[in-house]
């Protein structure tokens, strides 16, 4: 079974930073694409950033200039660099990946970490 499994969130002051990471565990072939996503309180999951395995990676307009995504596809993991934190931010983050288990690449998600931004 391939699992993902998220650390790094929590509670911090607007302006201040996090750091989220995800790692991929398990058996299978490869992992194409990766991502952050979120979802705040009566709101549908969004996409935060992703990257492709070639480091190509694509933000969200509200996250941009604030957050980075990497990868480190020799350690199957994917981070993400939460700097000058809103409000707004605030939002259960997922992580997602595609991974190949035999012959397709298939979407599996992490259980979900809190960030909470306080004003």
């Known amino acids: 079974q391939v699992q993902l499994v998220e650390s790094g969130g929590g509670l911090v002051q607007a302006g201040g930073s996090l750091r989220l990471s995800c790692a991929v565990s398990?058996?299978?072939?490869?992992?194409?694409?990766m991502g952050w996503y979120r979802q705040a309180p009566g709101k549908q999951r969004e996409l935060v950033a992703s990257?492709?395995?070639?480091?190509?990676?694509n933000y969200d307009d509200s996250v941009l200039g604030r957050f980075t995504i990497a990868r480190d596809n020799a350690k199957n993991t994917v981070t993400l660099q939460m700097n000058s934190l809103k409000p707004e931010d605030t939002a259960v983050y997922y992580c997602?990946?595609?991974?190949?288990?035999?012959?397709?690449?298939?979407?599996?998600w992490g259980q979900g970490t809190q960030v909470t931004v306080s004003s």
């Open positions: 997602n990946a595609a991974v190949r288990v035999r012959w397709d690449y298939n979407p599996y």
């Open positions: 398990g058996k299978f072939v490869g992992i194409n694409d």
């Open positions: 990257i492709t395995r070639f480091g190509s990676a």
